[in-house]
């Protein structure tokens, strides 16, 4: 993916910084955030990728890891059926990507990874990072501090499809919102990002109509609020005992 693709762009740092990232290479990893490491090793880039256009499909060759550095990312798995289910909605510093790390061979994508949000990241070749994990140990500790944080999200996500009840499915999906992408307001917190009744549906395994529906109960029992798109929780602890 190479130049700029439907909404997607690669940039390699600019030459200007090219001194600083060597400067930086003689740094301890471990006084180095988990993006210097990324950004400092052969084939580094940053990419941009528009809002709901795809990062990778299933079956694309495993070649690069990313790291987000502003924006969200949705990784859903796509079933031979055609059903497409969320795994995890991915904020700012998440890693993702890293299959062929784990495998220690060359492998292909499981998931289909979407910007739900216009999304800035930080990428690298598989093969660089593995390089750089056997060169220092260190290195390989920041990754898997950041891949645990990945698998929690995903755990998180599943916990979420768990329930059978809609209506408990959509009110856990908004208390992950929060807690990952909320930021505190005087009235409460406002989930910072622009959600559609289509794109909660796709994300929970709903209907539109029926996400419609449910957040209309939730903001006439004033449990919500919704104004251009964005959901602001007046009290998470509320919500959820109501639906607990």
């Given at each position: 993916m190479a130049g700029v693709t439907s909404g997607f762009s690669r940039y390699s740092p600019h030459p200007s910084r090219k001194e600083a990232l060597k400067l930086g290479n003689?740094?301890?990893?471990?006084d180095k955030t988990l993006h210097?490491?990324?950004?400092?090793?052969?084939?580094?880039?940053?990419?941009?990728?528009?809002?709901?256009?795809?990062?990778?499909?299933?079956?694309?060759?495993?070649?690069r890891v990313y790291l987000i550095r502003r924006g969200a990312v949705k990784l859903s798995r796509v079933y031979e059926s055609g059903e497409e289910i969320t795994v995890a909605m991915l904020r700012?510093?998440?890693?993702?990507?890293?299959?062929?790390?784990?495998?220690?061979?060359?492998?292909?994508?499981?998931?289909?990874?979407?910007?739900?949000?216009?999304?800035?990241?930080?990428?690298?070749?598989?093969t660089s990072v593995k390089q750089a994990m056997e060169n220092d140990p260190k290195v390989g500790l920041l990754l898997l501090q950041g891949l645990?944080?990945?698998?929690?999200?995903?755990?998180?996500?599943?916990?979420?499809?768990t329930h059978r009840d809609m209506s408990s499915r959509l009110v856990s999906f908004l208390l992950v919102l929060c807690r990952?992408?909320?930021v505190p307001k005087k009235e409460g917190i406002t989930i910072d990002l622009k959600l559609s009744h289509q794109a909660?549906?796709?994300a929970i395994g709903s209907t539109r109509v029926t996400i419609t529906r449910l957040l209309g109960?939730?903001?006439s029992s004033g449990l919500v609020q919704i104004e251009r798109k964005k959901i602001t929780v007046f009290d998470p602890i509320a919500l959820a005992k109501r639906f607990s």
């Open positions: 003689l740094v301890p990893s471990e210097q490491v990324i950004r400092g090793l052969d084939g580094a880039s940053i990419e941009i990728v528009a809002r709901s256009k795809t990062i990778f499909f299933p079956g694309d060759p495993a070649e700012e510093n998440s890693l993702f990507g890293v299959l062929s790390l784990l495998t220690g061979h060359r492998s292909d994508r499981f998931y289909h990874a979407v910007a739900f949000t216009r999304v800035e990241m930080t990428t690298a070749p598989a645990s944080s990945r698998i929690l999200q995903t755990e998180t996500m599943i916990e979420t499809l990952d992408f909320g909660i549906a796709e109960d939730l903001r």
